[in-house]
């Protein structure tokens, strides 16, 4: 048999993480009504995930990993939202940070280490970016990376934060922990710290019972961590987030927005069109569906362009560093996080009762929950005000393609 072309090895992998994903999908929306009514991890769908080696999909392969892009990544979390938004959105914050450690780690040996490990075992990857006493800020943080841990020597350390948030972190594998670069460096003087289940204790402070997303048990934990110094990313964690972890977070989201806005709308139609089989006529609904449907063409084409203007600047810091790509980030993420609550509550009025109902085979009830989580990760106004501010300095050129 002919070798493929090198050219076709990334169609071909993109194809074989879609089929894969898939699996995993109708496994997670097989348990996604016990993995919202319990609050709890989905466990069978990263199972599957795992099997299918798609927590190491955006590791380069020669780390033993799928050698994906953040395109495939998107398109896995879009494809499991459908199924279960818990699960697409789990998947979407591990896929965060592992692009974080690929675009900023391969130049240490722990951080390659790290990579081949967590290709060969799957590692599942968890955040700690928020903290008490800043305000949700996450440019700033009051821990910092202290001195020598007693009794060892050389480059370890310890790191104690009082983080509100850590999303699936009983589950996770290691967790990214920011923190001040020293305890007399100013809150805005971040790093990354990768740190090991076996590096850290987690004491649960705050529980996780809530309106939608419960399956992500992003409760809040007392994390005290020690570690070596090589596991510190050299790259302060400003030049990180602008470069990588903001847009890759807010286009990862929006993809998992855009999935729940998907398999809201496919009910709705299913709904409409079972109705206009039943009588002559145009379903009252009708005009709704209309209304969502060109609401998620839209949504659909805006996160499709987010990914392609990342991807055009991706290996140009300049770029993705400029006031015009921050203003573009930012609002895919304030505009996909309205959009997907307008489009599953249009979706809702379309399908009338039999959408409103919890025992229905078109029941939105679980999405429009899920939805309303969309404003309030990094509250929109946050970031609108963040916004507002960079178009004091930013002036856009007025372009079609700009």
């Known amino acids: ?56 999909l955006m590791v380069p392969r020669a780390f033993g990993g799928g050698g994906g892009g953040l395109t495939d990544a998107a398109a896995v979390a879009h494809a499991l939202a459908q199924k279960c938004p818990s699960t697409g959105l789990i998947y979407a914050m591990h896929q965060i940070q592992v692009a974080c450690l690929v675009r900023h780690g391969q130049g240490s040996d722990w951080h390659r280490g790290f990579l081949k490990r967590l290709a060969e075992e799957q590692l599942l990857l968890a955040s700690a970016t928020t ?55 100013p809150p805005s003087d971040q790093v990354i710290v990768p740190v090991l289940r076996r590096q850290t204790r987690l004491e649960e402070i705050g529980g996780w019972d809530t309106l939608g997303m419960r399956g992500t048990r992003s409760v809040g934990y007392r994390l005290v961590a020690e570690a070596e110094r090589a596991q510190i990313l050299p790259l302060p964690y400003a030049d990180i987030s602008a470069r990588t972890m903001l847009p890759v977070t807010h286009i990862l989201w929006s993809s998992v927005w855009l999935g729940i806005a998907t398999d809201a709308v496919a009910r709705a139609a299913a709904f409409i069109r079972a109705e206009a089989r039943k009588r002559p ?31 055009e600047a991706a290996d140009n810091p300049d770029r993705l560093t400029s006031l015009g790509f921050a203003v573009a980030m930012n609002t895919l993420k304030t ?38 989580s969309a404003p309030l990760m990094i509250n929109n106004d946050r970031i609108l005000g963040n916004t507002a501010n960079l178009l004091l300095a930013h002036r856009d050129n007025g372009s079609l393609f700009g």
């Open 1 to 56: 048999m002919k070798a493929p072309a090198p050219d076709s090895l990334p169609a071909m992998a993109a194809e074989a993480a879609a089929g894969a994903a898939s699996e995993a999908a109708a496994i997670a929306g097989r348990h996604a009504d016990s993995v919202d009514r319990e609050a709890r991890f989905p466990a069978e769908a990263f199972a599957s995930l795992k099997e299918a080696r798609l927590l190491g």
């Open 281 to 311: 006529g145009t379903p009252p609904g009708a005009r709704r569906l209309a209304e969502a449907t060109a609401g998620l063409q839209a949504m659909r084409g805006m996160v499709r362009g987010a990914l392609a203007r990342f991807e």
């Open 131 to 185: 903290e008490a006493g800043i305000g949700g800020d996450v440019r700033s943080s009051a821990c910092a990376v202290t001195g020598t841990v007693e009794g060892e020597t050389g480059g370890a350390f310890r790191l104690e934060k009082q983080a509100t948030v850590i999303s699936y972190g009983a589950e996770a594998d290691a967790i990214l922990v920011t923190a001040r670069r020293t305890a007399d460096s």
């Open 335 to 372: 505009e996909a996080a309205e959009m997907v609550v307008r489009i599953v509550g249009q979706a809702m009025l379309a399908g009338g009762l039999s959408a409103y109902r919890n025992d229905s085979p078109h029941s939105l009830g679980r999405h429009l929950r899920d939805a309303h």
